[in-house]
C-alpha cells in the first residue's frame, strides 16, 4: 500500500481538521534534493558533532571520529543499498530474468535499509580499531550515540515522504494519509514510534547506561536490545516490511528486520550478562580509566625534580645540631689537662 506524496497528511484525533502538504523535494534540480536526504544529512551531521563533543569520556579523541567518518560515511551507503536489493532482488530483474544493474544503483529512486547501514558500520568500526589499536567496545559505546541520534532524527524523511507507515487503526494518534484523489486511510505513524523509541534509548543511555557502565561494549549492548526490541514490535506494524526469500512461519511471511532484531538483542543480552559478572562494579575495566591513568603515571615520571628548601623546622634543628657540637667541643677542651699543668705534675713526681 502507497500513500499519495500529493496529498495533505493530517492527524484528526489530535487536530482535527488541520492539514500538512510538504513536497518530498526540498529543491526540484536534477532528480531533486529530497527533503528526506537533507532530513539524514542533519541527523549524520548532529550525530557527527555529538560524538566528536563525548568522545574524550571514552578516552578517543575527536580525530578519531572524524577519521572513521571518511570510511563510514561511503560505506554505509553502499550498505544501505545492498541490504535493500539482496531482499527485494525480483524488484531489479529485467523481463528475460537478468538482473539490472543500473537500477540497482539508483538509490534516488528509493530503496535503503537501516540495518544495512548498521552492519557496515559494526564491519568497519572493527577493522578501524584493529588499526588504531582502540578497544571496539569503548569506540561501540559511543558510535550508538551517534546511531541513535541518526534514527531518531532520520525517520522524520519517511514522514515527509509519506512512507514506513503501519496498519490501519482509529487510535487518537492515527495519520491519515491518501491513496487517490479520494480515498485515505487512517494509520499507525509508525515513522513516530520509532522517532520516539530511539530519542528514548539516547537518553537512557547519556544519563543511566553510561554513568554505570563497568566494560566496553556496555551501551553497545543495550543499544541492540533497546533498539532490537523496539524494532521487531513496531516492524509488526509495518505495511511495507522486508521478507525473507518468501519463507513462512506458521503461515505468516518471516520479515527479515524481526527476526534479526531479536538475533541481535538476544546476542546482545547474552553478552551483557556475561560481562557484568566478571566486571560488576567500578570503572577500572574501562579504556578510558586505564589511558588516563597512563597518562598521570607518564606525566609524574617525565615531570622535574626541583630543589627542596629547607623548611625553618629544619633550619632551626640544624642550627641546635651545631650548637650541640661547640658546647661539645669545649667539655672536651675543659677535660684535656693544659700543657702547664702537665709539667707540674711530672714536677711533682720527680720531687717525690
Same mark, same amino acid.
Given at each position: 500500500?502507497?500513500?499519495?506524496?500529493?496529498?495533505?497528511?493530517?492527524?484528526?484525533?489530535?487536530?482535527?481538521?488541520?492539514?500538512?502538504?510538504? $513536497?518530498?523535494?526540498?529543491?526540484?534540480?536534477?532528480?531533486?534534493?529530497?527533503?528526506?536526504?537533507?532530513?539524514?544529512?542533519?541527523?549524520?551531521?548532529? %550525530?557527527?558533532?555529538?560524538?566528536?563533543?563525548? %568522545?574524550?569520556?571514552?578516552?578517543?579523541? *575527536?580525530?578519531?571520529?572524524?577519521?572513521?567518518?571518511?570510511?563510514?560515511?561511503?560505506?554505509?551507503?553502499?550498505?544501505?543499498?545492498?541490504?535493500?536489493?539482496?531482499?527485494?532482488?525480483?524488484?531489479? #530483474?529485467?523481463?528475460?530474468?537478468?538482473?539490472?544493474?543500473?537500477?540497482?544503483?539508483?538509490?534516488?529512486?528509493?530503496?535503503? &535499509?537501516?540495518y544495512g547501514a548498521i552492519i557496515t558500520s559494526a564491519i568497519v568500526l572493527f577493522f578501524f580499531t584493529r588499526k588504531r589499536k582502540i578497544p571496539f567496545g569503548a569506540f561501540?559505546?559511543?558510535?550508538?550515540?551517534?546511531?541513535?541520534?541518526?534514527?531518531?532524527?532520520?525517520?522524520?524523511?519517511?514522514?515527509?515522504?509519506?512512507?514506513?507507515?503501519?496498519?490501519?487503526?482509529?487510535?487518537?494518534?492515527?495519520? #491519515? =494519509?491518501?491513496? $487517490?484523489?479520494?480515498?485515505?486511510?487512517?494509520?499507525?505513524?509508525?515513522?513516530?514510534?520509532?522517532? =520516539?523509541?530511539?530519542?528514548?534509548? +539516547?537518553? =537512557?543511555?547519556?544519563?543511566v547506561v553510561s554513568k554505570a557502565r563497568t566494560f566496553d561494549g556496555e551501551s553497545t549492548c543495550f543499544y541492540f536490545i533497546w533498539y532490537g526490541i523496539g524494532r521487531s514490535?513496531?516492524?509488526?506494524?509495518?505495511?511495507?516490511?522486508?521478507? =525473507?526469500?518468501?519463507?513462512?512461519?506458521?503461515?505468516?511471511?518471516?520479515?527479515?528486520?524481526?527476526? +534479526?532484531? +531479536?538475533?541481535?538483542?538476544?546476542?546482545?543480552?547474552?553478552?551483557?550478562?556475561?560481562?557484568? #559478572? #566478571?566486571?560488576?562494579?567500578?570503572?577500572? &575495566?574501562?579504556?578510558?580509566?586505564?589511558?588516563? &591513568?597512563?597518562? &598521570?603515571?607518564?606525566?609524574?615520571? *617525565?615531570?622535574p625534580v626541583e630543589a627542596v628548601e629547607p623548611t625553618d623546622l629544619e633550619e632551626t634543628a640544624a642550627d641546635a645540631g651545631t650548637e650541640e657540637q661547640r658546647e661539645s $667541643?669545649?667539655?672536651?677542651? *675543659?677535660?684535656?689537662?693544659?700543657?702547664? $699543668?702537665?709539667?707540674?705534675?711530672?714536677?711533682?713526681?720527680?720531687?717525690?
Open positions: 500500500m502507497q500513500a499519495r506524496t500529493d496529498m495533505p497528511i493530517s492527524f484528526p484525533g489530535l487536530f482535527g481538521d488541520w492539514e500538512f502538504n510538504p $513536497s518530498p523535494k526540498a529543491l526540484d534540480i536534477g532528480n531533486g534534493i529530497y527533503w528526506y536526504g537533507v532530513i539524514i544529512c542533519a541527523g549524520l551531521i548532529l %550525530a557527527v558533532l555529538f560524538c566528536a563533543h563525548k %568522545a574524550k569520556e571514552y578516552g578517543l579523541k *575527536e580525530d578519531d571520529v572524524y577519521d572513521l567518518m571518511i570510511w563510514e560515511i561511503p560505506l554505509c551507503i553502499i550498505g544501505l543499498r545492498v541490504y535493500y536489493v539482496v531482499f527485494y532482488l525480483d524488484q531489479f #530483474r529485467k523481463v528475460d530474468g537478468s538482473l539490472d544493474w543500473g537500477k540497482m544503483i539508483r538509490i534516488w529512486d528509493g530503496g535503503l &535499509a537501516i561501540g559505546d559511543l558510535g550508538v550515540i551517534g546511531l541513535l541520534i541518526g534514527q531518531a532524527v532520520g525517520r522524520w524523511g519517511n514522514f515527509m515522504n509519506r512512507e514506513a507507515f503501519g496498519t490501519e487503526t482509529t487510535l487518537p494518534w492515527r495519520m #491519515r =494519509l491518501w491513496t $487517490s484523489a479520494t480515498e485515505y486511510i487512517e494509520v499507525h505513524p509508525t515513522f513516530l514510534y520509532e522517532s =520516539l523509541w530511539n530519542l528514548l534509548g +539516547l537518553l =537512557l543511555i547519556l544519563f514490535v513496531i516492524e509488526g506494524l509495518r505495511t511495507d516490511s522486508l521478507y =525473507l526469500f518468501g519463507w513462512k512461519l506458521f503461515g505468516q511471511p518471516i520479515r527479515v528486520s524481526q527476526v +534479526l532484531s +531479536l538475533l541481535l538483542a538476544g546476542g546482545a543480552f547474552v553478552v551483557l550478562i556475561v560481562n557484568k #559478572r #566478571r566486571h560488576p562494579s567500578g570503572r577500572e &575495566a574501562l579504556y578510558v580509566t586505564r589511558k588516563e &591513568a597512563m597518562e &598521570a603515571a607518564s606525566a609524574a615520571a *617525565e615531570a $667541643s669545649a667539655e672536651v677542651r *675543659e677535660t684535656e689537662p693544659s700543657p702547664e $699543668s702537665a709539667g707540674e705534675a711530672r714536677e711533682d713526681r720527680d720531687i717525690g
